[in-house]
């Protein structure tokens, strides 16, 4: 935790960089309660519209927050993260979170954060803030 | 189909959810979670907190249980199918351990027309069995409407 208050504006946290496999949205829908067929069902997502099943919004955000509690080394140090929901993530498409410190005053972090499947922004306009006990 | 704002500062019953270790391994492991704190009791216990830790974005499954009725409610009339998750803020407060009881009291904050498209802003707070606030969440979902 103590490489937090090292952190300076500009500075960037650690990347994260996940690829969902295809059967994630599965296990994620049983771990989160969230069983929308567009998460879990190709053929319903089609039939909506969409490309595929699509991941969990909350998912995405879910790396988003790891991103950080990973930099802090602890998971009460995250504060509060706001997030917009934008791009649709896709299962078996790598997500990269990346994280900048906006703000960096002694013990507190506050970073602006995104997360992409290449050039789509999945999360994006995110802000986190860090504090270290 | 202009937006219904009479539901705006509804309140609906808080729903209470006991958190069990392995629902939380469960969902450590579903986010690809591999701090021992979120898993292993005495990796949690070492570091100071009261049994396994949750991960943040815990708080989702503790609290949807309470947000579902409030944006199914014919009184806030969302058309569900039309319906996206726009943006979402947690603040939150003391962490969540295997054995705690949350109870999660949602809100309906605002509900407005902005761009052709109703914003439906949800409140939720959380305590657990202290009384200490978990977390505080701020949901909004965004619907398609003028289309009538």
Redesign the interface.
Known sequence: MSELGDLNQGDSLPELRVTPDKYLPHRYAGASGDFNPIHIDPEFAKAVGLPGNILHGLYSMAQVAKAHTDAAGDPRALRRLSVQFRGMGMPEQEIVVTSTVKEADGGRVVTDTEAAQGDNRIIRNAEAELEVQ | MPINKDAVGKEWQPVTYEVGLE?IR??A?????T?P??LEREAALA?GYRDV?????FC??YS??AMGPAVLDPDVGINLAAM?????????GE?VCAGDVITTQPRLADAYEKDGRGFYVFMSESTNQDGALTVRG?WTNIVRVCES
């Open positions: 629902k469960e969902y492991r579903a986010v690809g979670e701090n704190v979120n570091a830790v949750a991960p943040p974005m989702v499954v949807a249980p996206v998750h726009g943006s979402q803020e947690f603040v939150w962490p701020t």
